[in-house]
């Protein structure tokens, strides 16, 4: 059973787009992270979010980027105006708090931007 | 910022073989986890390992975090073994997980 679930699993989308990703966690948990990794490359962080606030982002998170948590337990990552560069697997992540913060993925969600 | 250099960067096996990865880090971690990414992209976890030793069916990690290096040890690998395997690790002053350039295996029937 995942531990998160991701929708869309594949989202084609145009340069300029505005896109939305998002991240259904199986149980209630507080701490939710996204990452991406570009083709071919390493794993990236984003952000972390914490009892519905950005708690640490990194340099890639920019102004094209936001996370928010709407209805409580759904968790977005939206890329406002998508660039060909953000073409990339996203990965939501969560925190296991209670086995020592190891963290575990979702299945991803491939963005390709044309 | 940290430094986590993976190696080999590839490696090809023939089914049966052994093999050890090895993850070097250059600061002070109090995470360390192992993942396997399988063909369909999905990052599997392995281990959560910030010190000692750990065993998993053919699996088995180590991670000496006082000299900074972790090992991944498989046996008797099967070609469903291929994939990239990463390391990550986190430091005190942060929750987020820093990723190695990984290990790209290729295990042959």
């Known amino acids: 059973e995942p531990e998160v679930t991701q929708t869309p699993s594949h989202q084609v989308t145009q340069m300029g787009q505005e896109v939305i990703l998002r991240c259904v966690p199986i149980s209630n948990h507080l701490y939710f992270y996204w990452y991406r990794q570009i083709l071919g490359q390493k794993v990236e962080f984003l952000v972390s979010?914490?009892?519905?606030?950005?708690?640490?982002k990194s340099e890639i998170f920019d102004d094209q980027f936001s996370v928010e948590r709407p209805d409580g337990s759904n968790f977005t990552l939206k890329i406002r105006s998508t660039k060909l560069e953000d073409s990339a697997m996203y990965f939501c992540?969560?925190?296991?708090?209670?086995?020592?913060?190891?963290?575990?993925f979702g299945p991803g969600t491939r963005l390709t931007v044309l | 910022g940290i430094q986590v250099e993976q190696s080999p960067p590839d490696l090809i096996l023939q089914e049966g073989a052994n093999s050890t990865l090895r993850c070097n880090f250059s600061?002070?971690?109090?995470?360390l986890q192992w993942f396997h990414q399988n063909p369909w992209g999905q990052l599997i976890n392995l281990f959560y390992i910030p010190s000692g030793t750990k065993q998993n069916g053919r699996l088995s990690a180590t991670t000496v975090a006082t000299e900074r290096y972790s090992l991944l040890y498989i046996s008797s690998s099967q070609t469903t073994d291929s994939g990239v395997y990463f390391c990550?690790?986190?430091?005190?002053?942060?929750?987020?997980?820093?990723f190695g350039s990984g290990t790209r295996l290729l295990v042959r029937p």
């Open positions: 992540a969560r925190l296991d708090s209670a086995g020592g913060n190891e963290q575990f």
């Open positions: 990550a690790v986190r430091m005190d002053s942060s929750y987020k997980l820093i």
């Open positions: 979010f914490y009892n519905n606030e950005i708690s640490e």
């Open positions: 600061d002070s971690v109090n995470n």
